[in-house]
């Protein structure tokens, strides 16, 4: 374990940067890619070396919903494996990324459309680590997670998204880990090694939710459930969509949008992901 004031003084207090960091969604898919060698976990590798070095990254994971918005505040925050029915290799994974309570605290300060509370139980879930591990792999950047409130509207959490900006300046990473489609009900099990097989509707809705994103139109992807019945199968629950909402909410409106892993799995699952802002 590296000495904890090796990682203050690399985090230290964060500066303001020439460009703004860029934003991404990540469609993160199965707790396995975090240990697999794939086609989505070498694109995670590929963005680390393309994004410039960040100050620090910051998750918003599906997998965090909370009753009120929190935020990790802990020195080393814990592994956490939150999934059953995977092979034991995967339970064994441990990324020791530090956590950087000060950032925790500023960040916090500096949203006003919410009280957001200091965490020190919570952790980096599986949609933030099996994606970071990748991008990271030693581990030397502070990694830091804020929960989805569920009680809220999409437009309460795209506005607070907007209120994250300023990290951007200040070289922080932040990532949206979800998938734009994400029905785990009807998964065809007998699908998953059939490269790219969707179902009809979820290629419908991949596509349309891409156009609308290139558009701008962030108010048709709030009221996505107006897009008809493609739509309600697409996201049954919204929690591995409002992480998309998160970046959407990001991005400034002149900037560039690139798309990869743009791929359905098992039918009604897609790993379209997207780079919101400039990179090399």
Same mark, same amino acid.
């Given at each position: 374990?590296?000495?904890?004031?090796?990682?203050?003084?690399?985090?230290?207090?964060?500066?303001?940067?020439?460009?703004l960091?860029?934003?991404?969604?990540?469609g993160?898919?199965?707790?396995?890619?975090?240990?697999?060698?794939?086609?989505?976990?070498?694109?995670?590798?590929?963005?680390?070396?393309?994004?410039?070095?960040?100050?620090?990254?910051l998750?918003?994971?599906?997998?965090?919903?909370?009753?009120?918005?929190?935020?990790?505040?802990?020195?080393?925050p814990?592994t956490?494996?939150?999934?059953?029915?995977?092979?034991?290799?995967?339970?064994?994974?441990?990324?020791?990324?530090p956590?950087?309570?000060? %950032?925790? #605290?500023?960040?916090?300060?500096? $949203?006003? @459309?919410?009280?957001?509370?200091?965490?020190?139980?919570?952790? !980096?879930d599986?949609?933030?680590?099996?994606?970071?591990?990748?991008?990271y792999?030693?581990?030397?950047?502070?990694?830091?997670q804020?929960?989805?409130?569920?009680?809220?509207?999409?437009?309460?959490?795209?506005?607070?998204a907007?209120?994250?900006?300023?990290?951007?300046q200040?070289?922080?990473?932040?990532?949206?880990?979800?998938?734009?489609?994400h029905?785990?009900r009807?998964?065809?099990?007998?699908?998953?090694n059939?490269?790219?097989?969707?179902?009809?509707?979820?290629?419908?809705?991949?596509?349309?939710?891409?156009?609308?994103?290139v558009?701008?139109?962030?108010?048709?992807?709030?009221?996505?459930?107006? %897009?008809? #019945?493609?739509?309600?199968?697409? $996201?049954? @629950?919204?929690d591995?969509?409002?992480p998309?909402?998160?970046? !959407?909410?990001?991005?400034?409106?002149a900037?560039?949008?690139a798309?990869?892993n743009?791929?359905?799995?098992?039918?009604?699952l897609?790993?379209?992901?997207?780079?919101?802002?400039e990179?090399?």
């Amino acid at each position: 374990m590296k000495n904890l004031n090796e990682f203050k003084r690399f985090a230290g207090d964060l500066q303001e940067k020439d460009t703004l960091m860029p934003v991404v969604f990540i469609g993160h898919g199965s707790p396995m890619n975090g240990i697999e060698d794939n086609v989505f976990s070498d694109y995670w590798k590929q963005l680390g070396q393309k994004i410039p070095k960040p100050s620090a990254v910051l998750v918003v994971s599906a997998h965090w919903l909370s009753r009120g918005t929190r935020i990790t505040a802990m020195d080393f925050p814990r592994t956490i494996h939150d999934f059953g029915g995977f092979p034991r290799e995967l339970f064994e994974v441990n990324y020791p990324a530090p956590g950087q309570p000060d %950032l925790a #605290k500023s960040t916090a300060e500096n $949203i006003s @459309t919410a009280q957001v509370a200091l965490d020190h139980e919570w952790g !980096l879930d599986h949609g933030t680590w099996t994606v970071v591990r990748h991008m990271y792999p030693a581990a030397n950047i502070p990694v830091l997670q804020l929960s989805i409130d569920y009680g809220q509207s999409l437009s309460y959490h795209y506005e607070l998204a907007k209120e994250l900006h300023h990290l951007r300046q200040k070289g922080v990473l932040i990532i949206g880990s979800g998938n734009m489609v994400h029905n785990l009900r009807m998964v065809a099990w007998d699908k998953l090694n059939e490269p790219e097989y969707g179902y009809d509707w979820a290629i419908e809705m991949n596509e349309q939710f891409k156009e609308l994103i290139v558009k701008g139109d962030h108010r048709a992807l709030m009221d996505y459930h107006k %897009l008809g #019945k493609p739509a309600q199968l697409a $996201i049954p @629950t919204p929690d591995h969509y409002i992480p998309l909402l998160y970046t !959407l909410g990001l991005k400034s409106e002149a900037e560039p949008t690139a798309f990869f892993n743009d791929k359905v799995v098992g039918g009604s699952l897609t790993m379209t992901s997207a780079v919101f802002g400039e990179y090399k």
